[in-house]
């Protein structure tokens, strides 16, 4: 795939011809500085971005023949994203952040989704603090806030774009073992870092630089 931005000032070509296949049930890291292209590969995969040349394919759907409203529909199901700024809604409580997306797919009663919500907190360790807001925790437990709702509608693909970008190196790690706990469960996990002292801890490495990718690595997974 292929994804050039283009303005007055010049044209971007943050993606040059990229080729990937992500294997389901794997720990992806996509790893490299700031400016390699790394958000932009985010953005091609939860189809918030359209790419300029290319497929994407994911489990069968193809991002690349689908209307936005297809999209936003397919992903409301199929992707949870984390993101780096938590984007967390401080006017409603942490337990009415989780149930949102769920509330929007409109698959579950109310109720239902309450307990569910409940229980995915009560996992993360953070269900003491449902009925607060997001702005009355620190910044690793509104991290847990957005896993939480990333989950909630249950996806087989969760994609985090510097989940720990902004969280001292002992959250980190925390954040970092959620998702690996995350992939044990079954699920595929996509994490951008820039930390490359992460980097041998993915099942599959992609090191982008310049959008390129310059290095990729796949670990055999045992059993
Ligand atoms: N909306 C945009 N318009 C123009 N250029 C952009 C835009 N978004 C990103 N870029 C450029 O594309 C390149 C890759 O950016 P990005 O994917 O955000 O990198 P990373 O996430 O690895 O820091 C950079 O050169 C950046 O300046
Ligand atoms: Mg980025």
Redesign the pocket.
């Known amino acids: 795939m292929t ?1 050039t ?3 007055p000032a010049g044209n ?1 070509q ?2 040059n011809n990229l080729n990937l296949t992500i294997d389901r049930g794997t720990f992806v890291g996509v790893v ?12 091609m995969l939860t189809g918030v ?1 359209q790419m300029t040349e290319g497929e994407v394919w994911i489990d069968g759907f193809p991002l690349h023949l689908s209307s936005q409203e297809n999209i936003t529909r397919w992903r409301g199901k199929n992707i949870g994203v984390v993101y780096q700024s938590f984007e967390l809604l401080n006017q409603i409580s942490i337990l009415d952040n989780v149930i949102l997306p769920m509330d929007l797919c409109g698959d579950y009663t109310r109720g239902k989704s309450n307990q569910y919500a409940m229980h995915l907190l009560e996992q993360l360790e953070i269900s003491d603090h449902a009925h607060k807001s997001p702005q009355s925790i620190s910044g690793g437990q509104r991290q847990r806030v957005a896993i939480a709702r990333a989950l909630i509608n249950d996806p087989p693909l969760i994609i985090a ?2 989940p720990t970008g902004s969280l001292d190196s002992q959250t980190s790690e925390v954040i970092f073992s959620i998702f690996k706990s995350i992939v044990s469960g079954g699920k595929t996990v996509v994490m ?1 870092t ?1 930390d490359n002292l992460l980097a041998p801890r993915f099942d599959h490495l992609i090191y ?1 630089e310049d ?1 390129f990718i310059i290095k990729e690595k796949k670990r055999r997974k045992h059993g």
Do not use: C
């Open positions: 994804k931005y283009y303005s971007v943050a993606l490299g500085k700031s400016g390699a292209g790394k958000s932009t590969l985010i953005n971005d774009d510097e951008v820039h982008l959008g």
